[in-house]
DNA sequence: AATGAATGAGTGTTCATTCAT
DNA sequence: AATGAATGAACACTCATTCAT
């Protein structure tokens, strides 16, 4: 082999070594959220890896490797951008619950997130330490994220001192229920995101009700802060 | 021959006849539950309902054909159950809703609606048709009985006049939330249907905010006793 | 049991009964010239027969009786109106040939003998009993008629001398060129039953070559009657 | 790289690769042949090409297209061979005829064409177009082919003028005889093939009637009676 | 005698996986 | 490291056959 021939090869070579898992994981990812565990096809995942069949095999052991290879990339990608975007600072609690749900209807939508969620719901009662490892990493921690935001809002006054039991929980069912409706219905009636996110922090925040007393000083209407 | 005597005489084997179907329908909920379309084993259906394989393909042209039935028999066994039970009376909006979410958590978490919820997620993407189907069934139906209460609610000026746009699926989103949750999480952290079912209805109508005024400070919001 | 219920019952019952075989019979040639033995489904002839699966296993033990059967009731129905028809009686040579070849044409283009031969060339490997009887009845027959028609030829200064080895088979060949020609390319390139056996005898007799002398008297080309 | 370096880097492997499709082929043609398209197994197929199940599916795409490949295969394999075979030289009607079918006995025998033909038979009824492409391909070649001689022969004067409309399925309807006789009563019933042909000429050129005139007095045409 | 629901062995076909190159 | 031809276990589905009625 000449220098030159070495030279040609070389960095397209080396490269694509390098990133082949990568594509390959977003392959599968695709591939999986559209088929799901059992209907998804190796040789489907090699096509849009673009790579042979057998290229899969030497990065992954099998099909369910890969598969929880994709899961775990796509579970810690979650987790990295989460640690990044969620620390909030010392805003109110409304002001904080309301950066918080921006961010989180923005990266549970996002196609990565969607489809790991997918997948969870459909190979779960196959995949039990899958879901072990979603309820400890993306949802415990989301949920004592916004645990501690409660509390603050207790102990400041803001929040009711009763809102504690399964309020983190009752905080985090629209975001999945955007996320799935979109997922399954979204050809059939598209939500907008910012009027559904915006919905549900009214709702949180004030309920449905009327509001108990308008003569009240400092009565707040929903979402617009007197600020004089 | 009397009635008596054709009802005695064909007993075990036209019995089983026309129980058959019924027999397959249920064990292919069950397997498409939990293995998804594509990992769903026509055998194992065949073992589940106690009948050969063969006996399968006497009922259902095909595996495509029993699922659509099994999902079609969910939907319907669904909407018959609601509409028996889903009219309201003449009472307040927190009652009305309060005996209409009982009644959603409790049909919305049998096995058979929570199965077609699953297979809805997993297989969504390949089978449109049956999307629409349970939208325009299931989904659509719900937000309209909603957006009913609501209206009423409005017009007797128990919840506030902006309640309208996304507030029926903001109300329909725990219910999912919950059946989801359950059934994917629901060995790790299981949630109490009651307490979550009454949390939300509080949250529903109050918000987690305080009660703005009724005069003074500790002013006693709805659902606390004001313990001074 | 009244005597007329009898009077209604008995006499179809009965006939239908005797009957069944026959019908089953017909219903079996049809499927297996169609579809050959492994083709044809029970089914298929059941229903052809108009009666159900069951009944076929009444009659025949299984595929293979019933389709030996089909083959039987066709030879033996061959052999029985070759009997009646192919007496010869003592004519020249060309007109018994001519009179015989018309019934061999009309016989074996029947149906029932063009199935029976389909199926013996289709299934002729995996059935060797079948082969033989159908060699031994219907073959072997033919060509002994037809030695002692070329013998006795032979013997009136008819026929050739020599024309006495392989010409039985050659005179059937064109029979079953026919048969077998209608039978596959009937559709693209019918032929004419008639001049096409004309034709087959006129060149047995005479050959496609020119009449040799011209100098004899009405010694003319062959077909064509020296009309003085 | 030279060129035998190419040569001989892929031998036992790409060599290989490039027989596959014509060992299944044969294996093919032999199990089409011996059991029709219905009785025939892809398992069996794969065991006598002597590779795996799932490899047939590698080079066809399912069983007819095998089927139909291994039928086009056999047409052109045939029509190949009679092209390079079938130029007549310009010699008598009688010589280009025996050499003719010297050939048509030699190439019709073939294995490949012989089971070609019963396939014909066999599925004739289910497969119109291979029926239609045979016809085309081999039969209306033949037929003209000798349409041509027979039409030479006349302008020569070796060839009756009236020897012209179904003489060539004349002459061909023994060869198929032959054919089929061997297929199927071969084992029972042996014909000598060159015997075989040479009748066959021999009945053609001078029929099987006594040679018309050889000075004798009434010794006439064959069939003809002298009416003075 | 007749039925047809039920069976299960067998078929064509797919696809995750291996391995010679 | 990368390929893709080859494999064979497993699947959906068919159909001759049985048997309770």
Redo the contacts with the bound molecule.
Sequence with gaps: MTAEEIAEHAPA?RR??DQ?PDEILAAGLEEFNEHGFAG?????IAKRAD?????????F????A?FLAVAENAMSAFTRDAAAKMDMGDHSTEETLRALFGQMYAMMTSTKNSALLRILVSEGPNMPDLVAQYHARILSTGKQLLARIIARGVERSEVREDAAGTVPQLLIAPVMFYVIHTMVFGDLEPLDENQFAQSHLDMIMRGIGQPPCQGGPGSQGPGQPADT
Aim: glycine fraction near 4%.
């Design positions: 070579y694509r070594k082949r998804a096809s190796m040789a489907r790579v042979s069949r057998g290229t899969l095999y030497l990065y052991e099998n099909k369910e890969l």
